[in-house]
């Protein structure tokens, strides 16, 4: 047998043997990714959304809102106590997904940067309580005015992005979901 070919077959058996390994692994460790990314998801939510015992997904078309990602009905002994929308906005990183509380009384409850990519030690300075603390109490019967909002000093793409992020979520509250017409 010629040695390309013992080489060959070689290099095939390690390539099927990693391959199946490959396999394995991911069969093995999908559920208990998928169950600890639940677990990150409702506990993002619950900061938003304090004291809530239940958070049940509400549909909506993505066509009609590009922007919002998921939107949740927060529930306590079944009562409606308010919502959670994950948005999505064009930070100066790239995106930019927020999660924004907000309650039965139409007021931003919290928001949470869930995921960024804006430069560290500027941009990501939308992560710090100072800066997102701004919105929580805000009422959600109109837009944000970035005005409104002290923004980072430059790194003002980011501050914007979160600020329209929050407003996609607003928006979408107002369109939505303050009539109650999807109970």
Known sequence: MPETLKMGLKLLLITAVATFALA???????EPIQIQAAKADDMARASV???VDEFVPVEFSEKEHPNI???HEGRIN??????TLKTTNRGYGGELIVIVGIDSNGKVSGIQIAQHSETP???SKVLEPKFYEQYKGMTADDSI???????????TVSSKAVTGA???????????LAGGDNQ
Do not use: Q, W
Request: hydrophobic share 35%; aromatic share 10%.
């Open 24 to 30: 394995l692994t991911h069969m093995i460790t999908k």
């Open 49 to 51: 959304l304090d004291n």
């Open 69 to 71: 990602l998921e939107a």
């Open 78 to 83: 079944g009562d409606t106590k308010g919502y």
């Open 121 to 123: 030690g500027l941009g």
């Open 145 to 155: 005015e970035d005005d409104s909002i002290s923004g980072i000093t430059g790194a």
């Open 166 to 176: 929050v407003n996609y979520a607003i928006d979408f509250y107002l369109t939505e």
